[in-house]
């Protein structure tokens, strides 16, 4: 019998908290406060495919991506890349062999290149700090990332200022490109572009995806985008994933209050098929103050008397489809 792929990436009841620093009535009373931004999460991404993330601003999907890229050390639990743990006692060149195979691409493209390095210099730097290929063979394969992407050989000496947001993205994702990486982190890679932009930017990576096996984090709020790119998704609310299931299902048939709310808020294009949006009350409660039980319970209009006391259990109401919702308890 044919042992199942494990997982590329497994993220396993991951936590990342962050230490407030404290007031003198905090120091008198030998108290402290902690942001939890990300609260026991897992979640796995098979080889291959694109898995979303989605939520409102402040959710944690950001900083999930960056204790997965190990820019964070998690407060607890695991994140395995191809069954080994990113934040485990690895040797030098495991630690290494991950750092290449994981690679990030980030919402904002100017602010994510160095302004002092022509394109070519940008390009070629992971190769230089890993020390790929000797440096007259770098050339070659910066020149081959900037066709991959859509770039020219005459912007090779340019410098960022000189390239439109898109061309900078592009530079942005071909950087990603030169170690070969075997998972990309795209955190809102097209929030800050224009419209006109963002659908080239997209395709571009689709068809990345295909020329280079790839596979995808996007993490996103967009929901328009996340329909179009991912294969599986997971619905994160103040630091908790509510909702998990395939892009189909998460569209047709989602079950949580919350990710109601999030589809209802997406534009219709057809104005004969415009919806009757109810915007949530209330805002999103502090994460240094989480609420009492189902953390949504404070804005959601089904709320009985039992979320707001009791945190719900993860449950699955049908095959694949995950969803932590007293509704379904």
Known sequence: MTKPTPPILA??????????RRTITEIRHHTSRTVRAVDNISF??????????????????????KVILGLYEPTSGRVL????????????????????????????????????????????????????????LRETK????????????????????????????????????????????????????????????????????TSFDLTYLFVAHDLSVVRYMCDRVAVMYLGQI???????????NSLHPYTKALLDAVPVPDSSEQKVHKPLSGSIPSPMNIPTGCRFHTRCPRAMETCSKIEPKTVEPSPDHMISCHLYD
């Open 11 to 20: 993220v396993d009841r991951l936590c990342k908290y962050f230490p407030v």
């Open 44 to 65: 796995q991404i098979e080889k291959g495919t694109t898995f979303g993330l989605v939520g409102e601003s402040g959710c944690g999907k950001t900083t999930t991506g």
């Open 81 to 136: 890349f191809q069954s080994k743990d990113v934040h485990g006692d690895l040797s030098k060149s495991e630690s290494s062999s991950i750092h290449r195979d994981i690679q990030a691409v980030f919402q904002d493209p100017t602010g994510s290149l160095d302004p002092r390095m022509t394109i070519g210099d940008i390009v070629g730097e992971p190769l230089a700090i890993h020390s790929v290929d000797k440096p007259q």
């Open 142 to 209: 910066v020149l081959q990332m900037l066709e991959a992407v859509g770039l020219t050989k005459d912007q090779y000496k340019s410098y960022p200022h000189e390239l439109s947001g898109g061309q900078q993205q592009r530079v942005a994702i071909a950087r990603a490109l030169t170690l070969q990486p075997k998972l990309m982190i795209l955190d809102e890679p097209v929030s800050a572009l224009d419209m006109s932009v963002r659908a080239q930017i997209l395709n571009l990576l689709k068809d990345l995806q």
């Open 242 to 252: 509510v909702e998990s299931c395939e892009t189909r299902m998460l569209f047709e």
